[in-house]
């Protein structure tokens, strides 16, 4: 791809969800190797307000958890409001269409196998949580849960995204059970710690566990080690 860009030194795909390589380990990588400036360019559509403000809160957040070694960073504007974006999708799509593929009727689906995991992890998705970057959160959640092979490792884990789980407050939250516990103002090296101490080592994480106390409880103080000791 860079050598299709004459002004950029280097080019890489990642995603800003689940997908590996993830933004934040795409633009970890980056910083600190010399490059005057990084242009990240979302190809979203439509383009979400809420987007671009989970986009700069997650790059002040990343940034004050790996405080050094950043160039600047831009974000791209919307792409679709690009006078090149028509004729790009017109040469994307050209000759690539294709006939969807039916399933006659009467064809009975494949049998299921019930799984067999004991613990399950929901990350809220609701108004608080998705604004606080649940997306995120549940994105770098899923690749863990793929590269640690969480589904057969330890007790077996699966994953899902659920609507409001209440403590809007100490967004984003998620949830793990059996043991019910809640977790807030997750982010993705609390999400290396939950993993490798609770779902794998059978141990609550008291620096980011909220108990049930029978009082409304405010987010503690966001001061949380990092996960990969930089």
Not at 60 to 81: M, N, T
Not at 95 to 118: H, N, T
């Amino acid at each position: 791809m860079a050598a299709l860009l004459p002004d950029v030194a280097h080019a890489i795909s990642c995603f800003s969800e689940q997908g590996q390589p993830s933004l934040r380990d795409a633009l970890l990588d980056l910083r600190g190797r010399g490059f005057a400036s990084i242009l990240v360019v979302p190809l979203v559509l439509p383009m979400e307000p809420s987007f671009m403000n989970w986009m700069t809160k997650s790059l002040k957040r990343w940034q004050a958890e790996h405080p050094s070694g950043w160039p600047p960073i831009r974000v791209a504007h919307d792409i679709a409001k690009s006078p090149h974006f028509e004729p790009l999708l017109a040469a994307t799509v050209a000759g690539a269409a294709i006939a969807p593929v039916v399933v006659p009727d009467g064809v009975k689906p494949e049998a299921s196998l019930i799984p067999a995991q004991k613990r399950r992890v929901l990350v809220c998705e609701g108004g608080a949580c998705n604004a606080a970057g649940a997306d995120a959160i549940w994105g770098h959640l899923r690749n863990v849960q793929e590269r640690r092979k969480l589904r057969v490792n330890g007790s077996g884990t699966m994953t899902a995204k659920s609507t409001c789980l209440g403590p809007c407050a100490l967004a984003p939250v998620m949830q793990v059970f059996p043991e019910g516990t809640y977790y807030g103002g997750v982010t993705e090296p609390a999400i290396d710690r939950i993993v490798e101490e609770h779902l794998l080592g059978d141990r609550v994480v008291d620096d980011f566990a909220y108990q049930p106390t029978g009082r409304k409880q405010r987010l503690r103080s966001k001061s949380q080690p990092d996960s990969t000791g930089d």
